[in-house]
């Protein structure tokens, strides 16, 4: 299951080293078009423009939404290697995007699996659907790699 996104997630994966060589946490995200056209891709740029809202996801759904040119992403899927948090999974929600797809689970921040699940909550009006632990081990691995590497 999921293997269909292996390359999109391997672009993000590409998009979290760049993020991680440069100081961010290695998070990446792409956006792609519903006919699976590569419409934007980001990395995690918080540290890059000391914006605490520049998360990967945020980043690559403004990119997509100027691309696709206008703010409603329907139908079309962010992929991206970790878990989203409480501010992108209401952005995923905001963008009325299609299929959320991840890599690694975030236990401590995650909110469409492990803390909480924004965006499947009954409560709103848009739910995508979502895939999760998409290559889950090279997505947690690059961040466990990054962390092991500040501690030393
Ligand atoms: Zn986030």
Redesign the pocket.
Known sequence: MGSRWHDAMRLALDEARSAGLRGDVPIGAVVLAPDGALLAAAGNERELLGDPTA????VALRRAAERWGQWRLEDCTLVVTLE??????G?VVSARIGHLVFGAFDEK?GAVASLFDVVRDPRLNHRPRVTGGVLEADCAGLLEGFFRARRD
């Open positions: 998360h990967a996801e945020v989203p948090c409480t501010m992108c999974a952005a921040a």
